[in-house]
């Protein structure tokens, strides 16, 4: 998880990506979810493993949501992510 802050016309993000194991860089990653606000804090969003293939992620309902996968695309094993809005 990291953040990209926002400037004078756009607002800050939080995105969550996810990648093999050998990877470190983030370009490599999958970006799997992706929200905005413009007062966006860490604590409007978190996440926990389940198990070994589930994510599940929790965030605050009045965060915009641009990207929500259901499942990676390029991380094997395939993981599965599970969303919850508090």
């Known amino acids: 998880m ?7 016309v ?4 939080i ?10 860089k ?5 970006i799997i979810f ?3 606000s413009p007062n966006i804090t860490t ?3 978190n996440f926990e493993w389940k198990n070994f293939d589930t994510l599940t992620i929790k965030y605050n309902k009045k ?3 641009f ?4 499942e990676s695309e390029s991380v094997n094993p395939k993981i599965i992510f599970e969303y919850i809005t508090e």
């Open 26 to 30: 983030i370009e490599n990653s999958e």
């Open 15 to 24: 995105h969550i990506s996810a990648s093999d194991c050998f990877e470190n």
């Open 34 to 36: 992706t929200v905005s």
């Open 63 to 65: 965060l915009k949501v």
């Open 43 to 45: 604590t409007d969003l």
């Open 2 to 8: 990291y953040e990209l802050n926002g400037n004078a």
């Open 10 to 13: 756009t607002n800050g993000t």
């Open 67 to 70: 990207k929500q996968k259901m």
